[in-house]
């Protein structure tokens, strides 16, 4: 596997302009000769297919939702970074740049995140003409908010709901598209293989997930932007049905895995009720502007408030630990995702936790409150507190909201270059899906950016630019007929013949749950080389049973969601593995990644720039055979690798 | 919690469908509702009887893609809350649970508890659009919009297209889902320029799907899990018949 990141020459700045102007164009009248197939609809797939159907290519747009508008990002609530500095406060594109890089604990590529930092101020003017309903001053101009942390106020928001807003935007350029003609959608269809024609990419199979008809869709090139695999630890902030599988098929084919093992835990969600849980809610950080966040010291303490014996308001001011306060003086409540998270954990791990399980810690607005008021907290943070009622059926305007860490964000995602194009020609991936801009950590308001940036602003001219090279002589010859679909119809059918057929005992929701907390011990908060290790075992034992004792119930040939569930655990198996495998290759601690035997005498992360600063790049060999590793070096010649510190 | 289900079960679209009861023991009152019915298909399953169908997505009350008439109100009991931020709290134990999917005759059942809910995306793509070529679009804030304005718009572009209001509704409208949208746009200075065109369009697409018109009965409003109000549908109103009159002096394009 050859790793050429085709970073283009020349000062930071001047790449994105300089390598659009040497792109291979294709002549308007030809564009109608292409098509492209884009799987996903999220704000980097819907913005995709809106673009290059705008462009003029053919375009056929998969989802697995019964509606483009429903894609998870949906769900995204804080807001939407850009560098437009309209507050005045110092803010530019450098800024965003460095602390992006800063953020991601220095394991990005420099070129992508600049260009990234770049193109976010035509994204918010994109999403203002499409009628996004941002929020505004009295005067009439854009509003902002410093979010995650941030020291600048770079955040444009839309009540709690950026990203249904954005992606309406998105989705609504969509619209118009298929009601043009230029984009075919196909609604409940979910990609079940790629497939290669000559070593690129050229179509995929898809079942329809209403008839349970397996399909065919070929095309000139196809791209991937099915979102991230968050849902391999079974409880995360995802939507049911966030997948890993297209990903992890065109993985099978030959697409390098980058960074697996890069996961983010969102430090502010509602902790676990019960054992039949299946989501976690995730609570705005914006709360940590305003709430503590404290355990209390004594662990007896926490005992009596777990067994209901004890009022978390009783509990005097000296015996609340204030931990954020007291260990990061200067972020306060407000330290990174990873460092918050980390923190909540070590103090449950230790006896300090509160909530019915253990696992919680609170974030209090009593002081809050007693300084602004009552009136004041609610019009900040009401739709959040009514929303925290209606999960938990506690009221926290009188007693403390509690808040434990859960799975949120995937900074690993098949490896592209700064075309966005994998290791397959042909094949390009953006958004979460793509192993991105993040590095190690994600700063918050910061997914929504790189899925526009790559929706609308980038893969519009680089897919351009791979049909143009390949010519215009190679438009469409490509078809279903081509004995490739075929072979790759067949092995989607037969497996799917096999997992209906194994007449065993257990459930895939119930395998799912037992293969989540396996990865969520060992390759969650934090990481062993033993803990690891044993977790590619327990992996592989149950991988085994799987494929022994699964129960489908209902047929292939019509809507099932215990076949939809099995697809989706099945590859999940096969991936939980190799992020095991990336955390135990990456014998340092950075960002989201924190292995136990690498850190500080106060227990911060230890990174180790002299052997791993280098993106991990997985091939797969084959089933049965370990997968190869491949590193793509990181090269900083802007900003100077620094210890990330909080204190 | 003890519960008594009576579910609607439906092979396939063609498949005449009745009800089903089941019988679900040891349900937590901390659980969603949609989390019951996970309980009640792993129930199934551990029977070998067939899973049940229904839809779902983000379980947080903002993709819209989960659909269920509990007793008989679409997104049930709980003012503006969706199936999925139901939680079982708010049932007794030994309650009789009845669930459906949507009823209307424009979003026909694919199976058990799922309908077809496409023509609401076709209303979109006649017209609920603004149109912004990417790469074409000004600087955001060249042109200021009241923030009054943008707090309308907003209220309106709330709707998360579950169609509820449609279920709800002895008429099978699509006013109040068409109306949020047509608000949204109409509203703002950007989507004036195709007002009239998007206005007729969307009314139009939405006759031509099956949706009956609207008699003012509020039965959408009421089961609105984003709170859109009726003052949205007076609006569309009033936008349809100056985009009307427009028309008929000189042909909208
Ligand atoms: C609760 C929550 C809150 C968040 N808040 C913020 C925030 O405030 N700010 C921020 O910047 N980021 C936030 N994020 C992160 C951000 O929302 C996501 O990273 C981003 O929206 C992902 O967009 P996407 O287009 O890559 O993928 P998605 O929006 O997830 O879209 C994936 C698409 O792929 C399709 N798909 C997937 N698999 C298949 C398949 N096999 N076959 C066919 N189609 C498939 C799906 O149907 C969908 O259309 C949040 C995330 C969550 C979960
Ligand atoms: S108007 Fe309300 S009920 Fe109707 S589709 Fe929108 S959110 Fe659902
Ligand atoms: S599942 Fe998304 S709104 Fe209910």
């Known amino acids: 596997m050859k790793l050429d990141a085709k970073i283009p020459d020349g000062p930071l700045p001047e790449k994105w302009s300089s390598h659009k102007f040497k792109m291979k164009l294709v002549n308007p009248a030809n564009r109608r000769k292409y098509s492209v197939i884009v799987v996903g609809s999220g704000l980097a797939g819907g913005a995709a297919a809106a673009s290059l159907a705008e462009q003029g290519y053919n375009v056929s747009c998969f989802c697995y939702q019964d509606s483009p508008r429903r894609a998870h990002s949906i769900a995204a609530q804080g807001g939407i970074n850009a560098a437009k500095n309209y507050q005045n406060d110092g803010d530019s594109i450098h800024r965003l740049f460095y602390d992006t890089v800063k953020g991601g604990d220095y394991r990005s590529r420099e070129a992508n995140v600049y260009r990234l930092a770049e193109v976010s101020t035509d994204i918010i003017d994109q999403c203002v003409a499409q009628g996004v309903p941002f929020a505004r001053e009295y005067g009439g101009l854009l509003a902002n908010r410093s979010f995650g942390g941030a020291q600048v106020s770079r955040t444009f928001y839309a009540r709690g709901q950026t990203g249904q807003q954005l992606l309406l935007g998105a989705y609504s350029a969509l619209s118009k598209q298929i009601g043009l003609g230029k984009v075919k959608m196909y609604n409940r269809h979910e990609m079940l293989d790629l497939v290669m024609v000559d070593g690129h990419a050229k179509g995929i199979v898809a079942r329809n997930m209403t008839t349970g008809e397996v399909t065919r869709h070929a095309a000139d090139c196809v791209v991937l932007a099915t979102g991230g695999y968050g849902n391999a630890f079974f409880l995360s902030t995802n939507a049911q049905g966030c997948n890993v599988t297209a990903a992890y098929r065109a993985h099978k084919r030959g697409a390098g895995f980058a960074n697996p093992c890069f996961t983010q835990i969102h430090p502010t969600c509602i902790p676990v009720h019960g054992e039949n849980q299946s989501k976690l809610a995730l609570m705005s950080e914006s709360l940590r502007n305003d709430g503590r966040i404290w355990a209390p010291k004594d662990p007896a303490t926490a005992a009596k408030i777990r067994a209901g014996e004890l009022d978390p308001n009783t509990v005097p001011e000296d015996e609340r630990d204030y931990y954020l306060e007291r260990k990061y003086p200067s972020f306060g409540n407000l330290a990174p995702r990873d460092i918050s998270s980390r923190a909540a954990k070590e103090l449950c791990d230790a006896g300090h936790g509160v909530a019915s399980t253990g696992l919680g810690v609170y974030l209090d607005f009593r002081d809050a409150i007693q300084r602004d008021g009552k009136k004041a907290i609610e019009e900040r943070y009401g739709n959040l507190f009514e929303m925290y009622q209606r999960i938990t059926g506690d009221d926290p305007y009188s007693t403390p909201m509690m808040i434990f860490p859960a799975v949120h964000y995937t900074m690993g995602g098949l490896w592209v270059d700064y075309n966005l194009e994998s290791t397959i020609p042909g094949l390009f991936v953006g958004g979460e899906a793509n192993f991105s801009d993040h590095g190690a950590n994600r700063l918050g308001a910061s997914a929504l950016m790189q899925g526009l940036a790559d929706g609308y602003f980038v893969l519009p001219y680089t897919v351009g630019n791979y049909l143009g090279e390949q010519g215009i002589a190679s438009a469409g010859t490509v078809t279903t007929e081509h004995s490739a679909f075929a072979e790759v119809e067949d092995a989607v059918e037969s497996r799917i013949e096999k997992l209906m057929s194994i007449g065993g005992t257990q459930s895939p929701r119930s395998f799912h749950k037992r293969l989540g907390k396996i990865i969520w011990d060992e390759c969650g908060m934090a990481r062993s080389r033993e803990g690891l290790e044993g977790a590619i075992q327990q992996i592989q034992a149950l991988r085994k049973e799987f494929w022994s004792d699964l129960r489908v119930t209902g047929d292939a040939d019509g809507l099932n969601p215990e076949l939809e569930r099995a697809g989706r655990v099945a590859d999940f198996m096969e991936f939980g593995e190799l992020m095991c495998r990336d955390a135990l290759m990456r014998e340092e601690s950075c960002g989201g990644h924190f292995r136990v035997e690498y850190q500080t005498d106060d227990g911060e992360a230890l990174r180790n720039d002299a052997d791993y600063t280098y993106v991990s790049v997985w091939e797969y060999q084959g089933d049965d055979t370990e997968p190869a590793l491949h590193k793509e070096p990181l090269i900083y010649e802007n900003v100077a690798l620094a210890t990330r510190s909080y204190k | ?253």
């Open chain 2, 1 to 253: 919690m003890k519960l008594n289900l009576r579910i609607w079960r439906q092979k396939s679209p063609l498949d005449k469908g009745r009800f089903e009861d089941y019988q679900l023991d040891d349900v937590s009152e901390d659980s969603s509702f949609l989390e019951m019915l996970d309980l009640l298909c792993e129930q199934l399953v551990a029977q070998g009887k067939e899973a049940l169908a229904f839809d779902h997505d983000c379980r947080e009350g903002i993709c819209g893609m989960c659909s269920l008439t509990i007793n008989g109100i679409p997104h049930g009991p709980e003012k503006e809350t969706t199936t999925c931020q139901l939680h079982m709290r708010h049932f007794k134990d030994g309650e009789t649970i009845t669930i459906e999917p949507w009823r209307a005759k424009p979003l026909p059942v694919i199976k058990d508890l799922v309908v077809d809910r496409s023509p609401l995306d076709r209303i979109i793509q006649s017209g609920g659009f603004i149109t912004a070529r990417t790469g074409s679009a000004v600087e955001a804030n060249a042109i200021p919009i009241a923030k009054q304005t943008g707090d309308t718009a907003m209220d309106a572009a709330a709707c998360i297209g579950c169609g509820a209001c449609v279920a709800a509704c002895p008429n099978a409208s699509a006013m109040l889902f068409t109306a949020a949208k047509v608000t949204h746009m109409n509203s703002l200075p950007q989507g004036k320029v195709e007002k009239d065109r998007r206005t007729l369009a969307m009314v139009s697409t939405m006759d031509g799907e099956g949706f009956c018109g609207c008699t003012n009965v509020g039965e959408c409003e009421a089961v609105c899990p984003k709170g859109i109000a009726l003052d949205m549908i007076a609006q569309l109103n009033r936008d349809y018949t100056s985009a009307q009159v427009k028309n008929f002096f000189e042909p909208v394009q």
